[in-house]
């Protein structure tokens, strides 16, 4: 999780990332200004989101000796939600400063998904470039742009309908009544 607005899109990924049984550990990385986001929109640390599961471990964004800085860790894949634009153009120009871009890189060069869930409005040629450096580089690129085909009955099922679908892109699909029946 970014400095980025959309601290509650990153929680609602992680509970169904958490839900899967396939799933045995989720290392969970924010950054300073993603703990105040998740601070001041969802009124949580980082203590309370470990303390979701077991399966869930805390790393220092800072500590890019950590096992998933390397591409010898096994791995299914990273998500990063919410994204901040500065992320963004970190991880497209390889600029690893902390664990995040780190472990971003790796994904990459490793062929891992990385799904990117940038927050950010309105988008200067500079984000749209970046976007397209990393779609080209591998990366799968999810906006946080909800969709509202399932009608919605609040924003807990707004956030949830994304997170189904971020996690789609990882192969841990759900059947799930909000999909697209068409």
Same mark, same amino acid.
């Given at each position: 999780m970014c400095g980025a607005s959309g601290a509650a899109f990153g929680v609602?990924?992680?509970?169904?990332?958490?839900?899967?049984?396939?799933?045995?550990?989720?290392?969970l990385m924010i950054s300073a200004t993603g703990k105040r986001c998740?601070?001041?929109?969802?009124? *949580?640390?980082p203590e309370d989101l470990v303390a979701l599961s077991p399966k869930v471990s805390l790393r220092s964004d800072q500590n890019v000796g950590a096992d998933i800085a390397s591409g010898s860790y096994r791995q299914?894949?990273?998500?990063?939600?919410?994204?901040?634009a500065g992320a963004l153009g970190r991880i497209?120009?390889?600029?690893?400063?902390?664990l995040i871009s780190r472990a971003a890189d790796v994904c990459l060069k490793e062929r891992k998904p990385?799904?990117?869930? *940038?927050?950010?409005?309105? *988008?200067?040629?500079?984000?749209?470039?970046?976007?397209?450096?990393?779609h080209d580089a591998g990366a799968i690129l999810m906006p946080l742009m909800p969709g509202f085909y399932s009608?919605?009955?609040?924003?807990?099922?707004?956030?949830d309908t994304f997170a189904l679908r971020v996690l789609d892109q990882l192969g841990y699909s759900d059947h799930d009544p909000r999909r697209w029946q068409g």
């Open positions: 609602a990924i992680l509970k169904k990332l958490i839900q899967k049984d396939s799933i045995s550990q989720i290392a998740l601070h001041d929109e969802v009124d *949580l640390g299914d894949g990273m998500i990063i939600a919410p994204c901040s497209a120009w390889g600029v690893s400063n902390n990385l799904v990117i869930c *940038l927050r950010e409005t309105p *988008l200067n040629r500079v984000h749209l470039e970046n976007m397209l450096r990393l009608k919605p009955k609040d924003f807990e099922d707004l956030f």
